[in-house]
């Protein structure tokens, strides 16, 4: 049986001043519809390289990505991507701003259809009673809860997040990945997210994919995390198997690092990535 | 851990702070108490928002507080002064001196009396301690943001006060960068044993680091919560900490504290709100419904 979303031998090459340089090579990871998958690696090893391909954002200089059934070939609302930043419009509400793309994609609804879409996922997330407000009304956190309702509003098939909450605090960011776990277990989206927040990895997946320093980074090593579902947080972190886990992805990342030359070519990657990035 | 015969390094009694006039008057801190030993190792650990930095600006003496007193080896505090040194989360680093040249600027100004040579020797062995060797004659500008937070720990290292603040002083790093970072923060402070109040929002961070963790509530009128003692054997080392149960009875009870807060402080709890139509996402491409045929 095929995944649900494959990614299928991948590889980008990006030019640079100095000759090509091959971020990402032999890139193989499969999703099952419904399991969240997370990758973990260094900054600038290409976690978001593979993400910004599986959003249809970068081509793949080689290899395919497959989507029920389907070849990616560019971005679209089957797909929800949660940056870092929710890039939120600061003259709309929190309701307009989640408006944007229910209006498009549920075209085909009434008025009152759509506006109830919007203030469900609202709702969802936490922001019932701040609808109205501007993003300059919100805190950081308020506005990433935004940003992960606009998301969910469009019913995607896949859920890709970079970083979500790479920007907030770490208790804030406890709280938002409660407010995830509770999305996914209710919606059954499959999702993959790029994180080194290695808490973040075990908590919120059924699989951790890590990945290794680039240049030409790839799966290294994949790792299960059977802890029970519903994830609830004290259980998770008093769960026999909790610091086993996290002791394997904290070495792996330290085998990584050890690597000699590594961390000049992760450099190199980070600036050819922002380098296409502008491009 | 807190010697009682001896007066406390730092005392705060009953300090609370308000900004605003009227109606707009707003309380940032109320009745804080916080006693702190020579040499101690204090992190300070809540949400965003909570007034950390407030708390931090008052022992600083960049802020006076309205009420309550805070004291320095049983000298009330009156204003800034070179034996509380200060990091905040705002890398306030000078654009056209190197990476080098705005560490040395603290060795300068702390080490007058020595050679020229040492003073260039001293601000290099910073700089290589965050890990900048290779980017010393570089420019803020050509430095990505956790590089530049390195040169202000760096910095703020190198200048040696009595009592050091840490206002979240990694923050802005990625975790594993932060992993490192703090390792070296611990091993100068063992060396050195300063006084220090670290702020932060990482309970990990603060496990690693600190000899006790006082969490802060969040506002407003924010007060400290009990003290939570970290009895943990130093070097502490990250993947030892991994199995020690002692570590994992205490990251779990300090999570714990501090989530069950900030679920009485959100307001809106998650779930409610009208239910969702019966309504398939449109196919952009097709323009029709995904499910249809």
Redesign the interface.
Known sequence: MSGFLELFNLGKTFATPHGSFVAVEGFDLELARGEFVALIGHSGCGKSTVLSMVAGLADPTDGGIVLDGREIDGPGPDRGVVFQSPSLLPWLTALENVRLGVDRVFAHGTRAERRQIAEHHLWQVGLGDVLEKRPGELSQGQRQRVGIARAFALAPKLLLLDEPFGMLDSLTRMELQEVLVALLARTGTTALMVTHDVDEALFLSDRVAMMTKGPRARVGELLSVDLPRPRERAAVLEHPDYYRYRERLIAFLEEQERDPGASADGALAREAASQAAVA | MRDPAKPPFLALRGVSKSFGHGAKRTEILRDVELEISEGELVAIV????SGKTTLVSLIAGLLAPDGGTIALRGAPVRGPGPDRGVVFQSYALLPWLTVQGNVQLAVDAVHRDWPRARRRAEAMRFVELVGLAHAAAKRPSELSG?MRQRVAVARALAMDPEILLLDEPL?AL????RATLQGEIERIWRAQRKTVVLVT????EALVLADRIVPLKPGPGATLGPSFDVRLARPRD??AL??DLTF?KL??EV??Y??EL?ARR????????????A???????RGA??GAA
């Not at chain 2, 809540?46 to 928002?49: D, I, M, R, T």
């Not at chain 2, 809106?268 to 969702?276: C, I, S």
């Not at chain 2, 309504?279 to 491409?285: A, K, N, Y």
């Open positions: 809540g949400f965003s928002g956790g923050g990625d975790a594993l960068t929002n990482d309970v990990d990250r993947a991994n199995h994992k990251r779990n999570t714990s501090l989530l900030a959100t307001t809106g709890a998650p779930g409610g709100g009208p239910a969702l139509p309504l398939e996402p449109l196919d952009l491409r419904p995904r």
